[in-house]
């Protein structure tokens, strides 16, 4: 038989072979995994492969660094009713920093109460709450406009932001757990069941 046909006749073979396998209920040959966007490492979950700049220096930051992470992510203002949230919030991530939680916060004018720039929010933070948690550059949360990473979180609980201070808990594995009302207090009973929940979970 000429070189040419045995390929084929070899090739149809294992055609065959896997067919059968399959048939059989033997997995078929692994295909590969789907490859991140360029920048971001393929073992960093969807749900944080953005960039966002920083508060302080308005220097872009990956959400990447937090894969592995608890996230409690925070629409957050400076002129509002629930502003003191931001001492709870900074209790609460220096009390589990170590057992993996970060709080994410993102001013927003999106309710008319956070005005001042980026520098005048920055300074707010630290002078007046001693927010030591990493916040990013203001932003929409909500609408058209809302950054992506809210457009996500909207997507997967299917709600918005309806106040300042809405809170979102994503696990270790980058999925949404939950999402909370500006009413739910840092301290509240049952958000904090919940990221001890996710805390107890193994980092990927």
Do not use: I
């Not at 209790?91 to 994410?104: Q, T």
């Not at 990473?149 to 609980?157: H, P, V």
């Amino acid at each position: 038989m000429p070189s040419r046909f045995r390929l084929l006749a070899t090739a149809a073979g294992a055609a065959l072979l896997v067919l059968a396998g399959a048939a059989q209920g033997q997995a078929a040959p692994p295909q590969p995994a789907a490859a991140a966007p360029a920048g971001y490492p393929a073992s960093c979950p969807p749900l944080l492969r953005q960039s966002f700049d920083r508060l302080q220096d308005e220097k872009p930051q990956s959400l990447c660094q937090y894969s592995g992470k608890v996230l409690l992510v925070v629409n957050t203002a400076s002129f509002c009713g629930f502003t003191r949230q931001y001492e709870g919030l900074e209790a609460l991530d220096r009390k589990y920093r170590a057992d993996g939680l970060v709080v994410l916060g993102f001013p927003s004018n999106d309710f008319a109460q956070e005005t001042g720039s980026n520098k005048e929010v920055a300074d707010f933070c630290e002078n007046t709450f001693g927010v030591k948690f990493p916040m990013f550059v203001k932003s929409a949360v909500r609408g058209n406009d809302a950054n992506p990473l809210f457009k996500e979180l909207a997507r997967q609980t299917g709600t918005t932001p309806k106040w300042n201070f809405y809170k979102y808990l994503v696990g270790r594995d980058g999925k949404v757990v939950a999402a909370y009302s500006s009413l739910t207090e840092p301290d509240d009973r049952k958000l904090l069941g919940a990221l001890q929940k996710e805390l107890a979970q193994h980092a990927n």
